[in-house]
């Protein structure tokens, strides 16, 4: 089976920084795309961030300019650098993973159990 297991959820203040990271292990034969998701209380489970195979990246409006998502193909992770952080920044954040683990190739989609991210003075 897969496992995602995220890390470095924390409280902070606003203005300041968090890097999120999740590595991907078990039977993996190919990981695709990969993305960062929030939910916070009450609300839907929204798009943070996502980076194909090859790199390319898509953010949501809200965090342009101030998350920065990036892969390391060789260990199966995925990170998110979060900057100027903001209070409605406060959720907890999934790690998603686009995976493949047998022939013929077929992907599902995995999720991490979440990290919090309290951002709060």
């Known amino acids: 089976q897969v496992q995602l297991v995220e890390s470095g959820g924390d409280l902070v203040q606003p203005g300041e920084s968090l890097r999120l990271s999740c590595a991907a292990s078990?039977?993996?034969?190919?990981?695709?795309?990969l993305g960062w998701y929030r939910q916070a209380p009450g609300k839907e489970r929204e798009l943070v961030a996502i980076?194909?195979?090859?790199?390319?990246?898509n953010y949501a409006t809200f965090v342009t300019g101030r998350f920065t998502i990036s892969r390391d193909n060789a260990k199966k992770t995925v990170s998110l650098q979060m900057n100027s952080l903001k209070p409605e920044d406060t959720a907890v954040y999934y790690c998603n993973a686009v995976i493949a683990t047998s022939t013929p190739v077929e992907y599902a989609n995995y999720w991490g159990q979440g990290t919090q991210v309290t951002v709060s003075s």
């Open positions: 980076i194909t195979s090859g790199g390319v990246t």
């Open positions: 078990g039977r993996i034969l190919s990981v695709s795309q």
